[in-house]
């Protein structure tokens, strides 16, 4: 039996241009939404930009000049029968008029900062985005300076959660029948991106990330072999810490004073050379085969550094779908990343190339109207989020899993974290990827445990699970024995490496990934790789996660099925370069970097001011260099690119930073200060709109974590979000499930169920 696209009802209106908004609507379309894309007679300045027919394939593509009666006319044509529409900023519309006037439609706004950008013009710009928000400040480089990172991964992460909270609004209307304005900004995307980042002590001075393009950790970081290869090692946790040391039988290092009788403390600034130094000396005694067997045998997470280049055509890209090719009209075979997510009862597909400019003015006509019928009562606002009466069960340990409930938890959703008696063994460090949940401590090896987990799963909408292959099957809670108890029980499940292929059994995490991607040598470029600080591929596999499960529930509601859903940080690998894997005839080559790479081009890069960094995005013929003289800046008359990059970093170098992104924003130059993550903080804009929540640690240390990761004009959750104990809420959610008291008191005497306390939070070493 063919199923039906997932989102095969929902038609769409993409006004945006750029990366982030096409980005939304190509997941939306490889789930078989109708997405009419309308371009300015120009046309989407992005035509030019490689990635482009990755970003908007499977989309029908008209011209519509909105600044002529004409073009309005066609639009507002459109409007009544559409149930999405997608602006970027600076919008070619006036949204809160179409709101107002169309209150079934949800307006979902990707504008490139939040508000009016600081910079000039107010482009979408990866590179100024990152240096405002104190991205490129907190990657891990050499001498602590700003780093250009080589894909514009900001920019990818807002498509996936703008997407995500574009269906939440939708599956919110369907029970309401209105609709509302939805933001994901720029600066919700470094949130997501960064959330652990912004988990800090605002008292304390701004990390600087001057340990090195390997990270700070030792045991979590890259090393080259005797043989020239490089590989990583991820020895996150304490177990695989003390099974890396005795793989590379260096364990007297546990008997250091310095580390103070724990592995750990090798992340502390004091030990990082030394033990680094120590680990680096043995690798370098033999070929990476060597190590990687030796640290196979004995079940610690590494992996190869390869090329970006080779990533689509590795054999496991292949094996589990995650390569596409089509044929594009203009650019001929083209090579792209495939679906991330896999929907098993409603599976999403690349549909076709990327439209001409204009291809479908002929063919595009006007939907039949949506009958929006309003519930009464419905058009007060809601502080409850969009997926308020959702119930979700996540299994999830470490990162990508948890982060994908926490972020459901953050769209309304009731959802419960479900982990074993001795707890999630990163839920100390990573508690912030588990906020928004209760917590339910018990043992699902025992039959009363698994008896228990039906009963709830009887109850749930989604259950979500990051285990290793074969753990769902020996724990007895497959999708198969869930839908037993639940036939409407949507799952998901998270892997390093998906479902087929000849890595599917291997543990994943983020770096290992990052590594065999080529993210790491791509963005070293002919200087040492470089582990990037944020979890890339964690913290994007986490958003397809919701992406997915928020598609599968669209699917649910118009079919009543569920179904069972995987993804994987290959997928997510994929995503997080898919303008750079893509690959046809006569494609520049895609950006790499370098030793502290600064930018990609004269004047699309930071320069060293007297007291910091500027981030400069223009092209030389954008500048008028009688302005940057107007302006103040002591430049020369120069003709060409390289002239004015030189005269202008000569004329920055002794000018402090604010008054030098100043002067070049009175000249209209698109510019912003590098700023540090502790900055923000001090930003009225960004408080105001909700960027970080305030808190108060065990110790009595306050601090911050990461707060509103988008906006929603009615159905905006209002809450602040912790994180739960060990079991805090398990009596609680058992008996809610509908277990009798006297069979809850049993499990916990018996040990099946713990019953905790409150987290007594308290910050990591590597969060100061």
Known sequence: MVELDALGDVRVIDLSTGIAGPVATMFLADFGADVVKIEPPDGDPARSDPGFPTWNRGKRGIVCDLATDDGRAR?????????????????????????????????????????????????????????????????ASWYGGPVEMVTPQLLYIQGVWAATCGLAALIERRASGRGQTVTVSGVHAMMEAGTSSLTLDPSAPPVVANFGPGGPSPAYSRYQCGDGGWMFVAALTPKFQAALVAAL????????????????????????????KRIESVFASAPRAHWLEVLRTADVPAGPLLERS?????????????????????????????????????????????????????????????????EPGT??????????????????????????????????????????????????????????????????????????????????DVVIDNYRPGVLETLKITYDHLAAANPEIVTLSLTGFGEGGPMSHLPGFDPILQAAGGMMTAQGGDD????????????????????????????????????????????????????????????????????DFAGRAPLRRYYTVADGWVRVDAAYAEVDQDALRAAGLDVPAVRDAAGLDAALAAALATVPRDEAARLLTAARVPAVPARHITELLRDDRLMAAGLVHHHTSADGTPYTTAGRFAAFSRTQRTDTLTPPGIGEHSAEVLRAAGLPESEVAALIEDGVVIQGTAMAVRLMANYR
């Open 528 to 595: 040492e790789p470089v582990f990037y600080t944020i979890a890339i591929n964690d913290v994007t596999s986490a958003v397809l996660a919701t992406f997915a499960i928020t598609t599968a529930l669209i699917h649910r509601g118009r079919t009543g099925a569920g179904q069972r859903i995987w993804t994987s940080l290959v997928g997510a690998s994929t995503v997080t370069q898919s303008g750079e894997l893509t690959r046809f005839a006569g494609r520049p080559p895609a950006l790499t970097g370098g030793r």
């Open 379 to 460: 058009d007060a606002p809601s502080t409850a989020g969009p997926l308020a009466g959702y119930r979700v069960l996540d299994l999830g340990a470490i990162l990508a899993g948890p982060y994908a409930g926490a972020l459901l938890a953050e769209l309304g959703a009731s959802v419960t974290k479900v982990e074993p008696p001795a707890g999630d063994s990163f839920r100390a460090r990573g508690f912030t990827f588990n906020r928004g949940m209760r917590g339910l401590a018990i043992d699902l090896r025992k039959p009363p445990g698994q008896a228990a987990f039906y009963q709830l799963a009887a109850g749930a």
């Open 249 to 276: 039988d260096i364990e007297d290092i546990r008997d250091d004073a310095r580390l103070g009788g724990g592995l750990e403390g090798m992340i502390l600034p004091d030990n990082r050379g030394w033990v680094r």
């Open 75 to 139: 639009l507002d044509a459109l409007l009544p029968g559409a149930d999405l529409l997608v602006v970027g900023e600076p919008a070619p519309v006036d949204v809160a008029a179409l709101a107002r006037d169309h209150p079934g439609l949800v307006v979902l706004s990707v504008p490139p900062y939040h508000g009016t950008p600081p910079w000039y013009g107010g482009k979408e710009s990866h590179g100024l985005l990152a240096a405002a928000t104190g991205v490129a400040l907190r990657q």
């Open 310 to 374: 080779d990533w689509l055509d590795h054999p496991q890209i292949a094996a589990i779908g995650m390569r596409a090719e089509v044929d594009d009209p203009e650019r001929g075979r083209v090579v792209m990343p495939g679906v991330p997510v896999v929907l098993t009862g409603s599976p999403g597909a690349v549909h076709g190339p990327a439209p001409r400019l204009g291809e479908h003015d002929a063919t595009v006509r006007p939907w039949e109207p949506r009958p929006y019928s309003p």
